[in-house]
């Protein structure tokens, strides 16, 4: 694991550290070869030096973007279509339950072609 995410995730609210450190293992778990660092000020993860995913942070809500996610569905209230539908976004908040289970589903089904 990267020591730059790792201080990313740290300087974050409880919460969110939470949901991230979760989000991170979930991310290795589904795409063992991932590499993860630290792009736009954000921690990106990439399979074969390509894009699979990015953890967005904001005061408020914590976002989980999947990349070349064309063939993965919109899930009303969980996964929502981004620009051309290639990224598809998981919008989280504080005190949400978040079923990783399902995100490692959406991922691993885009991630499957990288």
Known sequence: MND??????DKLL?????VCRQL???????IPT???QI??????????????AVIHVAKNKLSFMVFNATEVDVVKGVLR???NGERKTADIVEGE?????LLAEFLA???SGL
Do not use: C
Not at 40 to 49: A, D, E, I, Q, S
């Open 4 to 9: 730059e995410v790792t201080q990313y995730i």
């Open 97 to 101: 339950d978040v079923d990783y289970d």
């Open 14 to 18: 409880p919460w969110q550290i939470d």
């Open 34 to 36: 991932v590499d993860e």
């Open 109 to 111: 089904k885009a991630s």
């Open 81 to 83: 279509s981004m620009g």
């Open 24 to 30: 991170r293992a979930m991310i290795h778990k589904t």
């Open 39 to 52: 792009q736009y000020g954000k921690p990106h993860f990439l399979k074969n030096g390509r894009h699979a």
